[in-house]
């Protein structure tokens, strides 16, 4: 019953329905004007920080908009899992339809390439960790003003301390590419003038709870492993925290005799396991503090 109202809510108004689904496609094809290289780390950074934003902007006003209908109705015994488990199993439908469309545009546009499924899944439970972070903020706010406020103030954390702009940990080297047709594999250069890591607060205590962190990792984790050109910018700019050895596997391509780049692929030793326990966590923690949130809201 819960899940037909909420349904029922969201897709009688087309205008609702299109306001949802065109921003992914619109989003995903600038993303695609913005491709120099596939599976840019800029670009994978641009599936994270936009599953999140939808994921939020979607969910971010779903409790607090009803709180009188709620209050109603946990007096007449509306079991918490219930409301909750609804709103979940609506969001999550939102969010592969949106992922669906933001993935299938960034192909076409071929700003991805190479892992279309792994890149889907990935950007679907990004979305719901994004719409899991919204209903926390919506559990826990007074009022939807307070909730819309709050949103941005969520994600530009999740913005700053994805580890792109600045990475988890100082690279060990960097790997050059000249540009010269037909070449099989970028020279490897150790730099002087390497980026810096995050400051030891950031690193261990900041970047770890923010979920787009671990998402960023887990998406680059997916295409490290191809030892293309973008494996190795992916090597450069973002820190694989749960896999160390990967300039020491990308060595071992980079100096096997015979190897190319397309003969290279992935040896089947990857952290995305991990990535997925992590992000699960997440997911976890904030599903339980939403439901707190909810109680609490009955002692108000």
Same mark, same amino acid.
């Given at each position: 019953?819960?899940?037909?109202?909420?349904?029922?809510?969201?897709?009688?108004?087309?205008?609702?329905?299109?306001?949802?689904?065109?921003?992914?496609?619109?989003?995903?094809?600038?993303?695609?004007?913005?491709?120099?290289?596939?599976?840019?780390?800029?670009?994978?950074?641009?599936?994270?920080? %936009?599953?999140?934003?939808?994921?939020?902007?979607?969910?971010?006003?779903?409790?607090?908009?009803?709180?009188?209908?709620?209050?109603?109705?946990?007096?007449?015994?509306?079991?918490?899992?219930?409301?909750?488990?609804?709103?979940?199993?609506?969001?999550?439908?939102?969010?592969?339809?949106?992922?669906?469309?933001?993935?299938?545009?960034?192909?076409?546009?071929?700003?991805?390439?190479?892992?279309?499924?792994?890149?889907?899944?990935?950007?679907?439970?990004?979305?719901?960790?994004?719409?899991?972070?919204?209903?926390?903020?919506?559990?826990?706010?007074?009022?939807?003003?307070? =909730?819309?406020?709050?949103?941005?103030?969520?994600?530009?954390?999740?913005?700053?301390?994805?580890?792109?702009?600045?990475?988890?940990?100082?690279?060990?080297?960097?790997?050059?590419?000249?540009?010269?047709?037909?070449?099989?594999?970028?020279?490897?250069?150790?730099?002087?003038?390497?980026?810096?890591?995050?400051?030891?607060?950031?690193?261990?205590?900041? %970047?770890?709870?923010?979920?787009?962190?671990?998402?960023?990792? =887990?998406?680059?984790?997916?295409?490290?492993?191809?030892?293309?050109?973008?494996?190795?910018?992916?090597?450069?700019?973002?820190?694989?925290?749960?896999?160390?050895?990967?300039?020491?596997?990308?060595?071992?391509?980079?100096? =096997?005799?015979?190897?190319?780049?397309?003969?290279?692929?992935?040896?089947?030793?990857?952290?995305?396991?991990?990535?997925?326990?992590?992000?699960?966590?997440?997911?976890?923690?904030?599903?339980?503090?939403?439901?707190?949130?909810?109680?609490?809201?009955?002692?108000?």
């Amino acid at each position: 019953t819960l899940i037909s109202r909420q349904l029922t809510l969201r897709l009688t108004d087309w205008a609702n329905v299109a306001g949802m689904l065109a921003p992914p496609a619109a989003i995903a094809f600038l993303v695609g004007l913005m491709k120099e290289t596939p599976n840019d780390p800029k670009l994978l950074f641009m599936v994270v920080f %936009s599953a999140l934003w939808f994921g939020c902007s979607a969910s971010v006003r779903e409790i607090v908009d009803e709180q009188l209908i709620y209050k109603r109705e946990r007096e007449r015994n509306l079991p918490i899992p219930y409301y909750l488990g609804s709103k979940l199993v609506y969001l999550a439908a939102l969010a592969l339809v949106q992922s669906v469309l933001f993935i299938s545009v960034m192909t076409m546009m071929g700003a991805q390439e190479n892992h279309f499924l792994g890149a889907l899944g990935i950007m679907w439970l990004l979305t719901l960790e994004g719409a899991l972070i919204g209903l926390v903020i919506s559990a826990l706010a007074s009022n939807p003003e307070k =909730a819309l406020y709050i949103f941005p103030l969520a994600l530009i954390p999740q913005l700053l301390l994805a580890g792109l702009f600045i990475p988890v940990q100082k690279p060990e080297k960097v790997y050059m590419f000249p540009e010269v047709e037909g070449r099989q594999l970028p020279p490897l250069t150790n730099d002087k003038n390497l980026p810096k890591g995050m400051q030891p607060l950031l690193h261990y205590v900041a %970047s770890p709870v923010m979920v787009g962190r671990w998402g960023l990792e =887990a998406l680059c984790d997916l295409y490290v492993h191809d030892y293309e050109k973008y494996s190795y910018l992916i090597l450069d700019g973002v820190t694989i925290s749960l896999h160390s050895d990967e300039f020491r596997r990308a060595d071992r391509h980079f100096n =096997a005799p015979g190897n190319s780049s397309s003969s290279m692929g992935s040896d089947g030793d990857t952290a995305l396991p991990a990535y997925m326990a992590v992000l699960t966590l997440f997911a976890a923690v904030m599903i339980g503090t939403t439901g707190l949130a909810l109680k609490m809201k009955d002692r108000r």
